[in-house]
């Protein structure tokens, strides 16, 4: 395990409650839409037979989806142990444990430690992380074909309810804190990696992008 400062906000944000109650959504009505438009968009693009790394891989609905639909393994990195357990659990009950391997840990300090895989994905992972750019520096270091993205709108209305939320934590003197960085920062950040972007959607509050090397990974 490798687990900075940083680790213990999101330990305590994304506790065993919150993953119980995740996961039991995930069942019930699948993954949220900007998760499916980012599978969608990876599936078009092909995944038989690739290995993924899913950074901040929650509940573990990215690399159990990818693997059904013929990625042949998966690893999920994730900074909440309550997430990685039921996680675990979950790929258990859908005989797909044996086909992923779980982190635990900050990724931006243990990414040397994970080797490179066809396909990294970050859903909802940038703006929960106060250093965007060793954190797609690091990631897109990992892929050597395709990079998949979920990240919130750097529009007006997204940076009102994000110092909401982070007020509300400071008052509950809760440590996390939710980012929103330049949209175009992160596009150039991840097109300087070697990358061109296949496709990308815009919502009111995220955009899903998925990009494919441009460059061969050495």
Known sequence: MSCTSRCSAVEQNFDGRV???QLEQYRRKGASRSTRQLLRAIQDAGIAGSTVIDVGGGVGAIAMELLDAGAARAII??????????????????????????LHG?????????????????????????????????????????????????AWWVRLMTAAENFLRRMKRSAFRVYVFDNTAID????????HRLQEERGLVWITAVYQRSTAKK
Do not use: N, W
């Not at 990195?77 to 779980?102: I, M, N, P």
């Not at 150039?188 to 990358?195: E, K, L």
């Open 77 to 102: 990195v994730e900074a909440s142990a309550a997430y990685l357990h039921v996680a675990h659990e979950e790929t258990s009950r859908r005989q797909l444990g044996d086909r992923v391997d779980f």
């Open 188 to 195: 150039v950040a991840i097109r300087s990696a070697g990358f």
């Open 106 to 154: 900050d990724f931006v300090a243990l990414a040397h430690e994970v080797s490179v895989a066809d396909v990294v994905t970050l859903d909802k992972v940038v703006c929960c992380y106060p250093d965007m750019k060793p954190l797609l520096e690091r990631s897109t270091d990992r892929a050597s074909r395709l990079y998949g993205i979920v990240y919130p709108r750097d």
């Open 19 to 21: 993953a119980a109650h």
